[in-house]
C-alpha cells in the first residue's frame, strides 16, 4: 500500500473515514495507484443558490454534491438539509456510499449532497424553491444513469418529488429513475421507509446469532427517533427485544420495564415530529442513554456520538449503527479493546440503499413489486452481506469496520483496474 498513506487521529467525519480506509488498504495491500485514486472524490461541486423568500428579501444558500466514485454504476447518495452541512462531512458521507454501495453488492458508485440551510425556519415554498434551484443548478451532474439522489437528514419525500419534476421539466420527458425515496404515487418503493431500520434489525439479529445472545427479552437503547431509529426500535421491540431507552434532539426516555415502541411513535407523530414531553419514559439526557447498562446500542441521529470522550464508558456489547459515522475512529480503538462488536455504518445502514437501488429497477422496469418481494430480496442482501463481512473478519483477524472496509475496498478497486482508468 503506499506510502503516502497517513494515519489520521481526529474526530473529523473525512478524517474518520480517511483512517478506516488507510487501514482497510494496509491489510489488503493496496497498491498506491488505486490508493490514491480512491481516497479522493471524482468530483466535487459547490453552487450558491440564490432563493426568493416569501418577504421578497434574495438569500443564497451554499449547496453541495460530491460524487465520490462511479466505477461500480451511477453514483448514488442523499441531500441533507442542515446548518451543519460542509465539505468535509459532504466528502466522507459520499466515500462511505461507495464503500456501502460495494459492501451490499448492488451497482452504484458513491455520491453525497447537502444545503447549509435550517429546513424548520423555511416555510414549504421557499423549500420548494429552494430545491427546485438546487436541481436546476445540478442538472448536469444529476441523471438515471450518472448519479441518484435520495432524503438524507432534513429532506423526504416531497424534496425528491421536486426534484425528480424539476429534473423531468429540465429534459424534457417523465424521469422518475433520477430520484430514489419518492411518494409511493410518484413511483416510490413500497418498502423503502422501513428499508434502513428493517436492515438494522437484520443486522442485529444476524450478529446477536454470532455472539450467541437470543434476542428475546434482550435490552437496547436506541438514540435518534426519526425515519431510522424509530423504525429500527419498532422492529427490535416485535423480535422480542426490550427497548429500555429512546432518545432524539429533546433528550433521552427511559424506563426499565421497556419503552412501547408503537405508542412513543404514535406521540411524535402527534407532536410535530418531536418526543418533547413524552412520559412513557423517565427523563434521561443523550449521553446517559449511550452509556445504558443494555445489551445493544443503536446509535440511529447523527455522526461522532461515540467518541474517545465516552467510549470507555460505554457498556453494551454490541453497537449497531443506524446513523452514518456515529462512532469516531479514535472511539473505535477503545471499543475494540473493550471487545464489543460493531456493526458498522457502511453495513447495517445499507438496507436503505438496497431498497432505493429496488425503487430505480422498479422505475426502469415499469412494474413495482409487492411489499413482501421488496422485504424478501431486501432480507437476503443484509443477511449475505452480513455474511461476508464476518468471513473477512475472521479470515483476517479484524474487527467488522475494517473487514466492511476490506470487502468495498476490494471490490472498487478490482473494478478500477479492470476499467483501467488511470489514464493514458
Ligand atoms: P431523521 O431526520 O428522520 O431523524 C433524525 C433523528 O435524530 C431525529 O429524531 C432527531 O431528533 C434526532 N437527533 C438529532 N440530533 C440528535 C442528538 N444530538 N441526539 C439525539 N438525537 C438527535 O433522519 P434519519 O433519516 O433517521 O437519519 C438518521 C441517521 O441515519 C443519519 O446519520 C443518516 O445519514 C442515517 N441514514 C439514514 C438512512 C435513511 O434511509 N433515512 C439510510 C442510511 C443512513
Given at each position: 500500500m503506499s506510502n503516502n498513506a497517513t494515519i489520521h487521529s481526529s474526530e473529523n467525519p473525512f478524517e474518520s473515514m480517511m483512517s478506516r480506509f488507510d487501514e482497510a488498504a494496509r491489510i489488503i495491500g493496496l497498491d498506491d495507484a488505486s490508493y490514491n485514486v480512491l481516497k479522493s472524490p471524482q468530483k466535487t461541486v459547490i453552487v450558491n443558490i440564490p432563493v426568493t423568500m416569501d418577504d421578497g428579501k434574495v438569500r443564497v444558500f451554499e449547496g453541495f454534491r460530491v460524487v465520490h466514485n462511479a466505477n461500480l454504476g451511477p453514483s448514488k447518495g442523499g441531500i441533507r438539509y442542515s446548518m451543519d452541512v460542509n465539505l468535509d462531512e459532504v466528502k466522507a458521507l459520499a466515500a462511505w456510499m461507495t464503500w456501502k454501495c460495494a459492501v451490499v453488492g448492488i451497482p452504484y458508485g458513491g455520491a453525497k449532497g447537502g444545503i447549509k440551510c435550517n429546513p424548520r425556519e423555511l416555510s414549504k415554498s421557499e423549500l420548494e424553491r429552494l430545491t427546485r434551484s438546487y436541481t436546476d443548478l445540478m442538472v448536469t451532474v444529476f441523471?438515471?444513469?450518472k448519479d441518484i439522489p435520495a432524503p438524507d437528514m432534513g429532506t423526504g419525500q416531497q424534496e425528491m418529488a421536486w426534484i425528480m419534476d424539476e429534473y423531468s421539466k429540465l429534459v424534457g420527458h417523465s424521469s422518475p429513475?433520477?430520484?430514489?425515496?419518492?411518494p409511493l404515487v410518484l413511483g416510490g418503493s413500497l418498502g423503502r421507509v422501513e428499508a434502513t431500520g428493517r436492515g438494522v434489525m437484520v443486522s442485529t439479529r444476524s450478529a446477536l446469532s454470532k455472539l450467541g445472545i437470543n434476542p428475546v427479552g434482550t435490552t437496547c437503547a436506541v438514540q435518534g427517533f426519526g425515519n431510522v431509529g424509530s423504525i429500527s426500535a419498532k422492529l427490535l421491540q416485535m423480535q422480542g427485544?426490550?427497548?429500555?431507552a429512546i432518545s432524539d434532539v429533546s433528550g433521552g426516555y427511559y424506563n426499565p420495564d421497556g419503552i412501547n415502541v408503537e405508542e412513543a411513535i404514535a406521540y411524535r407523530d402527534n407532536n410535530?415530529?418531536?418526543?418533547?414531553?413524552?412520559?412513557?419514559g423517565k427523563k434521561i439526557n443523550n449521553e446517559e442513554l449511550l452509556e445504558l447498562d443494555v445489551t445493544v446500542l443503536v446509535p440511529?441521529?447523527?455522526?461522532?456520538?461515540?467518541t474517545h470522550e465516552n467510549a470507555d464508558k460505554i457498556k453494551a456489547k454490541l453497537i449497531v449503527e443506524?446513523?452514518?459515522?456515529?462512532?469516531?475512529a479514535n472511539a473505535d480503538e477503545i471499543l475494540n479493546k473493550k471487545g464489543i462488536m460493531i456493526i458498522p455504518d457502511i453495513l447495517a445502514n445499507a438496507g436503505g440503499v438496497t431498497v432505493s437501488y429496488f425503487e430505480w429497477v422498479q422505475n426502469r422496469l415499469g412494474y413495482f413489486w409487492t411489499e413482501e418481494r421488496v422485504y424478501r430480496r431486501a432480507d437476503r442482501v443484509m443477511k449475505q452481506s452480513f455474511e461476508a463481512v464476518y468471513q473477512a473478519s475472521q479470515k483476517y483477524k479484524i474487527s467488522m469496520r475494517i473487514a466492511a472496509y476490506v470487502v468495498a475496498i476490494s471490490k472498487v478497486a478490482e473494478v478500477e483496474k479492470l476499467r483501467g482508468k488511470f489514464g493514458i
Amino acid at each position: 500500500m503506499s506510502n503516502n498513506a497517513t494515519i489520521h487521529s481526529s474526530e473529523n467525519p473525512f478524517e474518520s473515514m480517511m483512517s478506516r480506509f488507510d487501514e482497510a488498504a494496509r491489510i489488503i495491500g493496496l497498491d498506491d495507484a488505486s490508493y490514491n485514486v480512491l481516497k479522493s472524490p471524482q468530483k466535487t461541486v459547490i453552487v450558491n443558490i440564490p432563493v426568493t423568500m416569501d418577504d421578497g428579501k434574495v438569500r443564497v444558500f451554499e449547496g453541495f454534491r460530491v460524487v465520490h466514485n462511479a466505477n461500480l454504476g451511477p453514483s448514488k447518495g442523499g441531500i441533507r438539509y442542515s446548518m451543519d452541512v460542509n465539505l468535509d462531512e459532504v466528502k466522507a458521507l459520499a466515500a462511505w456510499m461507495t464503500w456501502k454501495c460495494a459492501v451490499v453488492g448492488i451497482p452504484y458508485g458513491g455520491a453525497k449532497g447537502g444545503i447549509k440551510c435550517n429546513p424548520r425556519e423555511l416555510s414549504k415554498s421557499e423549500l420548494e424553491r429552494l430545491t427546485r434551484s438546487y436541481t436546476d443548478l445540478m442538472v448536469t451532474v444529476f441523471g438515471p444513469d450518472k448519479d441518484i439522489p435520495a432524503p438524507d437528514m432534513g429532506t423526504g419525500q416531497q424534496e425528491m418529488a421536486w426534484i425528480m419534476d424539476e429534473y423531468s421539466k429540465l429534459v424534457g420527458h417523465s424521469s422518475p429513475a433520477v430520484v430514489t425515496g419518492k411518494p409511493l404515487v410518484l413511483g416510490g418503493s413500497l418498502g423503502r421507509v422501513e428499508a434502513t431500520g428493517r436492515g438494522v434489525m437484520v443486522s442485529t439479529r444476524s450478529a446477536l446469532s454470532k455472539l450467541g445472545i437470543n434476542p428475546v427479552g434482550t435490552t437496547c437503547a436506541v438514540q435518534g427517533f426519526g425515519n431510522v431509529g424509530s423504525i429500527s426500535a419498532k422492529l427490535l421491540q416485535m423480535q422480542g427485544m426490550k427497548v429500555l431507552a429512546i432518545s432524539d434532539v429533546s433528550g433521552g426516555y427511559y424506563n426499565p420495564d421497556g419503552i412501547n415502541v408503537e405508542e412513543a411513535i404514535a406521540y411524535r407523530d402527534n407532536n410535530s415530529g418531536t418526543l418533547e414531553g413524552y412520559k412513557g419514559g423517565k427523563k434521561i439526557n443523550n449521553e446517559e442513554l449511550l452509556e445504558l447498562d443494555v445489551t445493544v446500542l443503536v446509535p440511529a441521529a447523527m455522526e461522532d456520538q461515540i467518541t474517545h470522550e465516552n467510549a470507555d464508558k460505554i457498556k453494551a456489547k454490541l453497537i449497531v449503527e443506524g446513523a452514518n459515522g456515529p462512532t469516531s475512529a479514535n472511539a473505535d480503538e477503545i471499543l475494540n479493546k473493550k471487545g464489543i462488536m460493531i456493526i458498522p455504518d457502511i453495513l447495517a445502514n445499507a438496507g436503505g440503499v438496497t431498497v432505493s437501488y429496488f425503487e430505480w429497477v422498479q422505475n426502469r422496469l415499469g412494474y413495482f413489486w409487492t411489499e413482501e418481494r421488496v422485504y424478501r430480496r431486501a432480507d437476503r442482501v443484509m443477511k449475505q452481506s452480513f455474511e461476508a463481512v464476518y468471513q473477512a473478519s475472521q479470515k483476517y483477524k479484524i474487527s467488522m469496520r475494517i473487514a466492511a472496509y476490506v470487502v468495498a475496498i476490494s471490490k472498487v478497486a478490482e473494478v478500477e483496474k479492470l476499467r483501467g482508468k488511470f489514464g493514458i
